[in-house]
C-alpha cells in the first residue's frame, strides 16, 4: 500500500523566513513524488515534480530515498505563498496518492 | 478557458436521491481521473479513465457510484441513492499519456446531501 504523511495541518511563518513543509511517504517500489499547490478560491495545480529538479516560485525539494521523504523547502517565504499544500505519490499506476494537505500561512 | 471544467460547481440533494456530475477535459488529454476530496483530508483517487477504457476503480467506489466516459471525451460520475457521506467536493483530472503525465485539475463539483 502506498501512503503520504504530510505531519503538519498548518504551518505559519513570517515574510522573508525560510520555510519547509514536511512529507514522508511510504511505497516498496520506485515513486514518483509531486508538490500540488491550491491558492484560495483556486483549482488544484501542480507546483513541481520531483523528476523534473526544477525549482519553481523558489520552491524546491528534494527525493531523498533513505529517509523516504520529499520534503518542499523555500529560502524565503512571500506573502503570496500562502496557500494549501498537498503532497502526493505516483506508485505503479498513473493515479497519485495525496497526503492530508499543509496550510502555509505567511505573515507580513 | 482551456482548462478542464466540471458541472456543476455546486450541487445540494436530498438523501436517497441520484446525482450525476460531468468533466470536460483538457482537449485532446487521453486520461481523465475522479477523486473525492472530503474536509480536511486530500483527495482520495476513485477511478480513471484511458480514453473511453475504465481502467482502475477504488475501493471506495461503491455499488452506487458510476462513471462513464462514452466516446473518450467528457466524463459522468453517477451517483444514486445518495447518503450523507457522500457531501464532498468531486475533483476531475487530465492529463495525456504521451506527454510528461501531469495531471491537471477542474474546479470540483461541491455536493451537499441533506
Known amino acids: 500500500a502506498q501512503r503520504v504523511t504530510q505531519p503538519e495541518k498548518l504551518l505559519s511563518v513570517f515574510k522573508g523566513a525560510p520555510v519547509e513543509l514536511k512529507c514522508n511517504y511510504s511505497y516498496s517500489g520506485s515513486p514518483e513524488l509531486f508538490w500540488y499547490v491550491q491558492y484560495s478560491r483556486q483549482r488544484l495545480q501542480l507546483l513541481l515534480r520531483h523528476i523534473s529538479r526544477e525549482s519553481i516560485k523558489g520552491f524546491t525539494a528534494d527525493l531523498n530515498k533513505g529517509e523516504t521523504s520529499f520534503h518542499l523547502k523555500k529560502p524565503f517565504a512571500q506573502e503570496e505563498d500562502s496557500a494549501m499544500y498537498y503532497c502526493a505519490l505516483s506508485g505503479g499506476y498513473s493515479t497519485l496518492t495525496f497526503g492530508k494537505g499543509t496550510m502555509l500561512l505567511v505573515s507580513p | 478557458d482551456t482548462g478542464v471544467s466540471q458541472n456543476p460547481r455546486h450541487k445540494i440533494t436530498k438523501r436517497g436521491q441520484n446525482v450525476t456530475f460531468r468533466c470536460d477535459p483538457i482537449?485532446?488529454?487521453?486520461?481523465l481521473y475522479w477523486y473525492r476530496q472530503t474536509l480536511g483530508q486530500g483527495p482520495e483517487f476513485l477511478t480513471y479513465f484511458q480514453n473511453e477504457a475504465q481502467l482502475e476503480k477504488s475501493r471506495l467506489l461503491s455499488d452506487r457510484f458510476s462513471a462513464e466516459r462514452p466516446k473518450g471525451s467528457f466524463s459522468t460520475l453517477e451517483i444514486q441513492r445518495t447518503e450523507q457521506g457522500d457531501s464532498a467536493m468531486y475533483l476531475c483530472?487530465?492529463?495525456?499519456?504521451?506527454?510528461?503525465?501531469?495531471?491537471?485539475f477542474g474546479p470540483g463539483t461541491r455536493l451537499t446531501v441533506l
Open positions: 483530472a487530465s492529463s495525456l499519456v504521451t506527454g510528461p503525465d501531469t495531471q491537471y
Open positions: 482537449s485532446e488529454h487521453n486520461r
